[in-house]
């Protein structure tokens, strides 16, 4: 008999995102965004790209097309199995997750019955509604897809969430997202010169940044001048904490994932963002304001909630060029 691992091999990437359309209805509104930001950040195509180099050349091969794609940060998700959904809501119930994935003998044929199945054995030791785990059951396996058994297993399952984040319900976070700053007299006299607040990570108080109405996400966090620089090699020091290269859409650097307030972007411009976000690989940008931005691109219209991801490259270019 199979493990679940090496059925889970007999997918591919086309195979997973259209599981994740199929369940999303299912999904809790508070992790369908961060469950289809999450597979955009973490693209089974990239890992089976990297890991056919590996096979054929070893690390040094890997390496090598690492640097051809102008991968930078970390895009490995073996090195941050319990933290890459940190920004997901059900992270808070990874543990069952984690241990209901690992206790699977059994399973159905169809990827979306087989994510399914994992959640609901999941809510009786989490004791939750199934809706609130089947984007991280959804994640949880992917994960193992990418990773393998053995350092799956090896993970400990770590939350990486404050007793006070962990308290909040997904109410009050829905809440939190949809909330616009209160402009009071002053505000109303600005008009075009309102601020609005820039959140890009929901589980610390302090990772936030002020934006003035239409301004570009990415010119807005250059005015925060801490040093990220020592947590994300990727960052420059005085730019803020999202990494920027070229403010022009060139690079692809400042990709980020829209958790709240998508609606509060400007659109797309397909020339533009939307062309290059191809080549990049980070999203096929279908809708006006999908979920996946290049933030100096994008102009808020309104307080937002996004998450960095923790790698950028051009590996869509790869992609478009292979047979």
Not at 311 to 316: A, E, K, L, Q, Y
């Amino acid at each position: 008999m199979p493990s679940l691992y090496s059925d889970l091999c007999r997918f591919a990437a086309a195979d997973w995102i259209r599981a994740v359309d199929t369940l999303s209805a299912g999904i809790h509104e508070i992790d369908r965004d961060a469950t289809r930001i999450w597979f955009a950040f973490f693209p089974l195509d990239l890992h089976l790209t990297l890991e056919a180099a590996r096979a054929e050349g070893g690390d040094e091969a890997e390496r090598e097309l690492a640097q051809k794609l102008g991968l930078m940060g970390q895009w490995r998700l073996a090195d941050q199995i319990d933290r890459s959904h940190r920004f997901l809501f059900a992270h808070r119930y990874w543990p069952q997750v984690k241990s209901a994935v690992s206790a699977m003998t059994e399973w159905p044929e169809a990827l979306p019955a087989i994510i399914t199945a994992a959640a609901t054995a999941a809510t009786r030791t989490a004791r939750v509604d199934r809706d609130l785990l089947l984007g991280m059951s959804a994640v949880g396996l992917m994960t193992l897809r990418q990773t393998g058994p053995d350092a799956f297993a090896a993970a400990p399952g770590t939350i990486h969430l404050t007793e006070r984040v962990r308290a909040r319900s997904p109410h009050q976070v829905l809440k939190l997202r949809a909330r616009d700053d209160r402009q009071g007299l002053v505000g109303a006299l600005r008009g075009i010169g309102k601020r609005w607040t820039v959140t890009f990570d929901e589980n610390d108080p302090a990772a936030t940044f002020p934006l003035i109405h239409n301004q570009e996400i990415a010119s807005a966090a250059q005015a925060d001048k801490r040093d990220y620089r020592s947590r994300d090699p990727r960052c420059t020091p005085g730019e803020g904490p999202i990494p920027v290269e070229c403010r022009a859409a060139s690079c692809g650097t400042c990709w980020v994932g829209v958790l709240g307030g998508a609606g509060k972007l400007s659109p797309v411009n397909e020339r533009d963002e939307g062309r290059r976000m191809k080549v990049f690989g980070y999203s096929d940008t279908d809708g006006a304001q999908p979920l996946i931005r290049l933030s100096c691109q994008a102009r808020a219209r309104g307080a937002v909630s996004i998450v960095i991801p923790p790698w950028n490259g051009v590996f869509g270019k790869f992609i478009l060029r292979r047979p």
